[in-house]
C-alpha cells in the first residue's frame, strides 16, 4: 500500500523556520519523484516545489525562491522541505505529493497520483 505521510507544520512567527517531512512507505524513489504543494484557505493548490525527472533538479515558484530548500534521504524515504524566512503568505496547508518518473510534467498537480494527508503552517506574529 502506497503511503505518504507530511509531519513538521506548525505555528511560527514571521522570520522562522519549520522543516517539514515526508515519510513515503510502498514505492520505490527509483520509480516515483516526491514534490510540495500548497493550499491557502480560499485559493487553488499550488506547487512548492517540484523535482524534474530529467535531472533530478528542483524546480521552485517563485514566491519561495532563495527561502525553501528540498532534501531527501533515500535511505528513509522520506522528504523535507526546509522553510527559512516565513512570510505570512506561506501560511497553508503543505502537502508531499508523489508521480511517476516517465511523467515528465512538474507543476501540474494533476499528474501526482499520490498525496500526503497534508499538515498546516501558519505563518503569524
Known amino acids: 500500500e502506497v503511503q505518504l505521510q507530511a509531519s513538521g507544520g506548525g505555528l511560527v512567527q514571521p522570520g522562522g523556520s519549520l522543516r517539514l517531512s515526508c515519510a513515503a512507505s510502498?514505492?520505490?524513489?527509483?520509480?516515483?519523484?516526491l514534490g510540495w504543494f500548497r493550499q491557502a484557505p480560499g485559493k487553488k493548490r499550488e506547487v512548492v516545489v517540484c523535482?524534474?525527472?530529467?535531472?533530478?533538479?528542483?524546480y521552485y515558484d517563485d514566491s519561495v525562491k532563495g527561502r525553501f530548500t528540498i532534501s531527501s534521504d533515500n535511505a528513509k524515504n522520506t522528504v523535507y522541505l526546509q522553510m527559512n524566512s516565513l512570510k505570512p503568505e506561506d501560511t497553508a496547508v503543505y502537502y508531499c505529493a508523489a508521480r511517476r518518473k516517465e511523467v515528465y510534467m512538474c507543476s501540474s498537480d494533476f499528474v501526482y497520483e499520490y498525496w500526503g494527508q497534508g499538515t498546516q503552517v501558519t505563518v503569524s506574529s
Open positions: 510502498g514505492f520505490s524513489f527509483d520509480d516515483f519523484v
Open positions: 523535482v524534474s525527472s530529467s535531472d533530478d533538479k528542483p
